[in-house]
């Protein structure tokens, strides 16, 4: 059973970066696509980017251009770099992991914990 750590969230103030980092551990890491949702008060959780196992990425809209993620196989970690960040950008991360090995980027079946992002205007 793969466990998921995510990390790195915090307040920052709108303009500015904060870099997240999802670890897993007692599971396999590199063949499975691996994404980032967010969820805000009061709505529901929303997809932000994922890589597939083969490094392939897909962003929503709202984050095109401003977020990247990535992945390290050796370290078994996904990250999310967050540039430009605005108060809507608000939420809860999440990271996840694909439902299969050498699966797609459209479904997600483990779950961390959420790390908290606020950012202030």
């Known amino acids: 059973q793969v466990q998921l750590v995510e990390s790195g969230g915090g307040l920052v103030q709108a303009g500015g970066s904060l870099r997240l980092s999802c670890a897993a551990s007692?599971?396999?890491?590199?063949?499975?696509?691996m994404g980032w949702f967010r969820q805000a008060p009061g709505r529901e959780r929303d997809f932000v980017a994922a890589?597939?196992?083969?490094?392939?990425?897909r962003y929503a809209d709202s984050v095109k251009g401003r977020f990247t993620i990535s992945r390290d196989n050796a370290k078994k970690t996904m990250y999310l770099q967050m540039n430009s960040l605005q108060p809507e950008d608000t939420a809860v991360y999440y990271c996840?992991?694909?439902?299969?090995?050498?699966?797609?980027?459209?479904?997600?079946?483990?779950w961390g914990q959420g790390t908290r992002v606020t950012v202030s205007s």
């Open positions: 007692g599971g396999l890491f590199s063949t499975y696509a």
């Open positions: 996840a992991r694909g439902t299969r090995s050498y699966g797609s980027t459209s479904g997600f079946g483990s």
């Open positions: 890589i597939s196992w083969g490094g392939n990425t």
